[in-house]
């Protein structure tokens, strides 16, 4: 997954400058944040309704869409899947995980 | 951000079942599938509405979140990460990227 | 705004069954559920970005595309805006705002 | 609808300034911008999953939770629902709904 999420991360950002017209990635880039944003909310809600759907594969396919999604808006904002990843680790990591047990978010 | 993700995802395995007193991720699980959903929509528009504020802590924070809550909605379907690593990986992947480098998702 | 919402209601009605080509109401009825409901994700997502940038034309613009495409869900699920004004009424109407004013929804 | 929505928005407005404890109401428009806007994303969620369940009593009373926060948000932002009704009737009056029957939004 590391190797999939950061090599995935790695070319969102080749594609900052590029031609909007040489890939997906490139055009949400060049069209600028709202853009981005408003596919995570698309994203979102297409996870929830395929959620109630059930089908595992449609599950999957959302997931990584709002994923994906995730990568290119902080690529856009200067941040990367490691900035997740410190997050993650900082407030469920082992020791976190520990002292954190009975706690929400 | 392999590791976290992973042992995130364990860890949340392991809630399943769980007094809902012990963790909000218990607690969570127990209340069921549209509870996880409604989170996975509240999380998205925390985070457009934190990508529109411009504080990267906040940014980090938000997709967290929104990361964290789409692991508790795998696991409620019997989904994991690698799930989703496979199928970004069949989408973007080595040979994937070649191959649709100029297509929409 | 009785007239308008009811007005845009009845119409919405008569395009159930019409040809998909013949509008966009007739189009998102042919699609099915499903599809709305991607349409109330995106243009909610659509507000709170605007309302974020802060220009009123834009926020009334998609507040009144939220509106439109939650009426057309009410006519896809046999409902129309008077059971929205019925549901409000009973909550915030004379005796429930006197009731009520000090509670949550 | 016309009056209980005119109404409510009349409500909304007494709220301004008024002390959060009072209502819930005045609470949401005591604690700004973000959190109205965190309650219009829940809310769109909540009638998606309304209307993936199919509960009609529950499809109306997460839309009217929907609209009721839209008001919220517009008298935040010093407007109202007759700005709503302008949009749609420009849109779909008499003479737009002629003009624009085959276009979409």
């Known amino acids: 997954l590391d190797d ?3 090599n995935l991360a790695r070319v969102i950002e080749t594609r900052k400058g590029a031609d909007p017209a040489s890939s997906y990635t490139a055009r949400l880039l ?6 981005i944003l408003k596919k995570i909310g698309e994203e979102a809600t ?3 309704i395929a959620a109630k759907g ?3 594969a449609a599950i999957v396919h959302e997931a990584a ?4 999604h995730t990568l290119v808006l ?7 899947p ?8 900082g407030r469920y990591g082992q020791s976190g995980l520990a002292e954190k047990a009975g706690r929400g978010p």
Chains 1, 2, 3, 4 share one sequence.
């Open 74 to 80: 902080l690529a856009d904002c200067g941040l990367g």
């Open 30 to 35: 060049a069209d600028g944040r709202d853009g």
């Open 46 to 48: 297409e996870l929830v």
């Open 82 to 89: 490691r900035d997740i990843a410190r997050e993650l680790e």
């Open 65 to 68: 869409d709002l994923w994906y």
């Open 4 to 6: 999939v999420l950061a």
């Open 54 to 56: 059930g089908a595992p």
